[in-house]
C-alpha cells in the first residue's frame, strides 16, 4: 500500500500573500517619493533642471514614439497586405513590420510635405492617430500576440514592460 503524499505537495507549495499586488504599489509610491525627495535635496548644490539625462530623456520619449508609430503603421498595413501568406513566425513579422512602417512613414511624411501640410502638430496628429489605430484594431489580439513573440504566458507586469522598453530606447542609443 503507498502512502498518499498529495497533502505533502500541497503544504510545500509556496503561498502568495493576500496584498502582495496592493503591497508592490506602495513599495513602488515609497520609492517614486523617496527618488523625489533626493532629487530636491540634491537641487540645492547642483542645478539638476540643467543635467543632461533630461535632455536624453527627451530623446528617448520621441524615439518611442518613433518605434510606436513606425510599429503601428507597419502592422496596420501588413495585415492586410500579408492576408493570404502562410503564417509568419512572430519575431520575423514583428521585423517586417518595422520595416513596412518606416518605409510607410516616410511615404505618408512625404506626401503631408507635398501638400504642405508637414506642420508640428501633426508631429503628435500623425503618431496618436497610427498608434490609436493600430490598438484598435488589435485589441483582442495584443496581449496573445506579445506572450507568443516573449515564449512566455501573459503574466507581464507594466514595470516587466517598462524596464524592456527602456533596454528597446538604450539600445537604440547605441
Do not use: N
Request: some cysteine; aromatic content about 8%; hydrophobic content about 60%.
Amino acid at each position: 500500500m503507498k502512502p498518499d503524499l498529495s497533502s505533502v505537495h500541497q503544504a510545500s507549495a509556496p503561498k502568495t500573500p493576500v496584498g502582495s499586488g496592493v503591497l508592490q504599489v506602495v513599495v513602488a509610491v515609497v520609492c517614486l517619493g523617496a527618488a523625489v525627495g533626493l532629487l530636491g535635496f540634491v537641487d540645492k548644490f547642483a542645478a539638476v533642471r540643467g543635467w543632461l539625462f533630461w535632455k536624453l530623456s527627451l530623446i528617448w520619449f520621441w524615439q518611442l514614439v518613433f518605434v510606436a508609430t513606425c510599429l503601428s503603421i507597419g502592422s496596420l498595413i501588413g495585415d492586410r497586405a500579408l492576408r493570404g501568406v502562410p503564417e509568419i513566425p512572430p519575431l520575423e513579422r514583428l521585423v517586417l513590420e518595422m520595416a513596412i512602417g518606416v518605409v510607410g512613414l516616410a511615404v505618408i511624411l512625404w506626401i503631408l510635405g507635398a501638400m504642405r501640410l508637414l506642420v508640428p502638430a501633426m508631429a503628435v496628429a500623425l503618431p496618436a492617430l497610427s498608434i490609436s489605430g493600430a490598438l484598435w484594431r488589435h485589441r483582442r489580439r495584443s496581449p496573445r500576440a506579445l506572450a507568443r513573440l516573449l515564449g512566455t504566458p501573459w503574466r507581464l507586469s507594466v514595470l516587466d514592460l517598462l524596464v524592456v522598453g527602456y533596454g528597446v530606447v538604450c539600445l537604440g542609443l547605441l
